[in-house]
């Protein structure tokens, strides 16, 4: 499993340093107010991709075996409800941008609404990727994609196309996923249509698409309130934040999370096995997650002024409140993971509509008293969250209360201690002097060592899996 989540993060990462090289370069030529009006299209393409898939593609994957006729009649389900989404968008952009009060929005929803059916035409190619754990296979798809879209985009900013070099970018990714995914998949399409294979698979994907459906919604919520009721330059702010931390923490949480689910559906009948697997991702989520996020939360404003300009100093400390919450984030996939493989799909939309009763909260936060209050409600979020998936994982493991707390308590403290220190070294010592890459090397190293002390079987397992594949 481990080669496969290196593949999977070396795969991804390649990928997202395409794209972070892009986000830069585009957002030293675009403004906030691009990226803010393109983050009120992407509240309805996340919403309308759920449909895409009606959480069939989850249900191929976590199903054991799976038929020709199965996979033959999802794909023509796929491009059904990927033509009849690019349609709806299409025709729906003079109400989008009425909705927001920006004309501008027209020609952005008119170039992205293809995408959907463009998507739809290699989920089952994906799916099947991802099934048979060929991590290497898409994560070359994943960065040739990210690479040709980046260039596009970035081709079109440079010749004064505005905001449209944004939607540019996403429409060639579309594009050529699809046309790699065809190219290299071992699937052809053939088969019959079968409406008893839908039926069998919606069991397990009915829970998934509705969690889907319902959290993306919710989830995307802040990108309308923002936009519609305080401005498109400060959700352009917030959408680069947001992708800045989905380069690194979600990415890293994501490989791992990505790796798991599969694992768990092969060994779904030997809880013994499936508890040890657990703890061990568990871990080493946390252990990755934590480190990246410490780091982070301390270099943070050199970082984004860097990375992307003194215009983007905002984004700056909106990242800072997002990094906070990236192990919650991390090790929270992993629960939803461990509860989907094991079939309890039904259980898992239950657990996410209570969370998501708890975020509802947070935007009104938002409305109220702005997006920094917004995102110090997510940290309560996430926590109450994670209480609640121990609460049930514990019904369907022998991993309890007591268990989780002694695997999050070490690392989290060490974690705190290491960004203490750093911090409280900044108020007696010149940033001339203790300047960002000593902080981080400091923050490292008390990491480190904090854990070689306390969580030394973690460090030992990563350094040994590493050794493994070097030899």
Same mark, same amino acid.
Request: net charge positive.
């Given at each position: ?24 370069? !585009? #957002? ?29 593609? #989850? ?107 944004? #939607?540019?970018?996403?429409? @060639? ?89 599969? #694992? ?31 780091? !982070? ?12 300009? @003194? ?39 239950? !657990? ?120």
């Amino acid at each position: 499993m481990f080669r496969s989540v290196l593949w999977n993060f070396t795969g991804t990462s390649a990928g997202l340093v395409i794209s972070a090289t892009t986000t830069i370069i !585009l #957002a030293r030529i675009l403004g906030p107010d691009d990226y803010g009006l393109m983050g009120m299209v992407l509240l309805f393409i996340y919403v309308a991709q759920s449909f895409m898939q009606f959480g069939l593609g #989850a249900a191929l994957i976590q199903k054991e075996l799976v038929s020709e006729n199965a996979y033959y009649s999802v794909f023509l389900l796929n491009i059904g409800m990927g033509a009849l989404l690019s349609c709806v968008l299409f025709f729906s952009a003079d109400r989008i941008a009425s909705f927001y009060g920006h004309h501008e929005l027209l020609e952005l929803v008119y170039w992205t609404a293809p995408i959907y059916f463009i998507n739809s035409l290699s989920i089952v190619q994906s799916v099947r990727a991802t099934k048979q754990m060929r991590f290497k296979t898409i994560g070359i798809v994943t960065t040739l994609a990210a690479l040709c879209g980046g260039g596009v985009g970035i081709s079109a900013a440079f010749y004064g196309f505005g905001t449209k070099a944004l #939607a540019f970018q996403h429409l @060639t990714v579309a594009v050529v996923t699809t046309i790699a995914f065809w190219t290299i998949s071992d699937w052809k399409v053939n088969g019959r249509f079968e409406l008893q294979e839908l039926k069998h698979l919606w069991g397990f994907g009915s829970k998934v698409f509705v969690g889907n459906l319902v959290g993306n919604i919710l989830d995307r919520l802040d990108l309308m309130i923002i936009g519609k009721y305080i401005s498109s330059t400060v959700l352009g702010y917030y959408t680069q934040a947001v992708a800045l931390n989905r380069y690194t923490i979600e990415n890293v949480s994501s490989s791992i999370a990505g790796v798991f689910f599969p #694992a768990i559906g092969n060994i779904q009948n030997d809880k013994k096995e499936v508890e040890k697997l657990y703890e061990k991702t568990f871990k080493v989520t946390l252990f990755c997650c934590l480190f990246i996020s410490g780091l !982070l939360f301390l270099l943070s404003e050199p970082l984004v002024v860097f990375m992307l300009g @003194t215009k983007w100093q905002r984004s700056a400390e909106f990242f800072q409140i997002l990094v906070i919450n990236g192990y919650g984030w991390g090790i929270g996939l992993v629960m939803v993971q461990l509860i989907n493989g094991l079939d309890y799909a039904g259980k898992n939309l239950k !657990l996410m509509l209570l969370k998501r009763l708890v975020m509802i909260l947070s935007l009104f936060v938002v409305y109220q008293y702005g997006v920094e209050a917004m995102l110090y409600s997510f940290i309560v979020q996430i926590g109450i969250g994670i209480m609640l998936n121990i609460f049930f994982i514990r019904s369907i493991i022998e991993v309890g209360f007591k268990q989780h707390f002694g695997w999050f308590i070490g690392p989290i403290l060490i974690a705190c201690i290491g960004v203490f220190i750093v911090q409280g070294l900044k108020l007696f010592i010149s940033t001339t002097v203790f300047f960002p890459p000593i902080q981080a090397f400091l923050f490292i190293i008390v990491y480190l060592a904090g854990n070689w002390c306390c969580n030394r079987e973690i460090i030992l397992l990563l350094l040994g899996k590493l050794r493994l594949l070097h030899n």
